[in-house]
């Protein structure tokens, strides 16, 4: 039985009660099978399963989304039971930030402002407040966030660490469509061309793996990469396409790398990546 809850109070009350191990999987709900992947995970490696709901305004720019992003909390629900879930938060903003808007925020250094942050002055710094809130809020033993947002995962691991937050932080592969796009609350947003325009996004990063597999350097699987993008359907425009080690440092010259793209299709921006493999080369 899944229980729902709203307040702290209830939280607090309903977590106290849990033995065992705790995962938890944040959300900002717009529940998808993205998502059931994270759920079966936390079923797995956790005694308990706590989901958290809750469209973060931090997160969000001044002309971005927050109002029209999908809140559908009952068919969220039904996932969370189908899941298996213990136990689902879902406050408001008011129970979440009750002094209004926090005046201090978690610092995300340097990687925040690059890529996703590059393009969304802030973004991080929401992302990072809000995650260190509910995990105090929920005390995990574990915590899950899927591979798709990879410099968040990576944002947050950096800040257990440098927090010595006694949590461990759990990364889950991307779930994509039979066609290889990946799976997001944004994408109900795409029309049926838009919907064809952004599978631009994983046909350049399966051009880019596949050209690291036959052994070329960097610059080459980059290249291949951004071919396939100019050469896919129509309608997307490019934000930015790189090729990063996997902590999302610059400059990877041979073995585990990754692939990050983003792009606007239509007034829709999707983000997706891929680990690639790269030859050493001199």
């Known amino acids: 039985m899944t229980e729902l809850l709203h307040t702290r109070a209830e939280l607090g009350k309903a977590r106290s009660g849990l033995t065992g191990t705790v995962g938890v999987v944040m959300t900002m709900g717009a529940l998808h099978s993205g998502h059931e992947a994270l759920l079966r995970a936390a079923r797995e490696q956790a005694d308990h399963v706590l989901v958290t709901i809750f469209v973060n ?41 009750p002094g209004g808007a926090p005046e201090i925020r978690v610092e995300p250094g340097l990687l925040g402002g690059e890529l996703e942050g590059g393009s969304r002055p802030g973004f991080f710094h929401g992302v990072l407040t809000v995650v260190l809130k509910l995990i105090n809020l929920t005390r995990p033993d574990l915590v899950f966030f899927g591979e798709k947002d990879y410099q968040q995962l990576t944002l947050v ?126």
């Open 57 to 97: 305004p931090l997160q969000f720019g001044p002309n971005e989304d927050f109002d029209r992003y999908p809140r559908t909390l009952d068919s969220d629900l039904e996932i969370c039971r189908r899941a298996g879930a213990d136990l689902v938060f879902a406050p408001d903003r008011a129970e979440m930030y």
């Open 157 to 282: 691991r950096r800040m257990v660490a440098d927090f010595d937050l006694p949590v461990q932080v759990v990364g889950v592969p991307t779930v994509r469509e039979p066609d290889g796009l990946a799976l997001s609350s944004r994408n109900r947003y795409l029309s049926a061309p838009e919907r064809a325009a952004a599978l631009s996004l994983s046909t350049a990063l399966r051009a880019g793996a596949a050209a690291a597999e036959r052994g070329l350097d960097p610059t080459s699987v980059l290249a291949a990469a951004h071919h396939a993008f100019d050469s896919s359907t129509p309608g997307a425009r490019l934000d930015y396409l790189v090729l990063t080690d996997p902590d999302l440092e610059p400059g990877p010259t041979g073995g585990p790398a990754r692939m990050l793209i983003a792009a606007w299709v239509g007034t829709t921006r999707l983000i997706d990546n891929t680990a690639v493999r790269l030859a050493a080369h001199d």
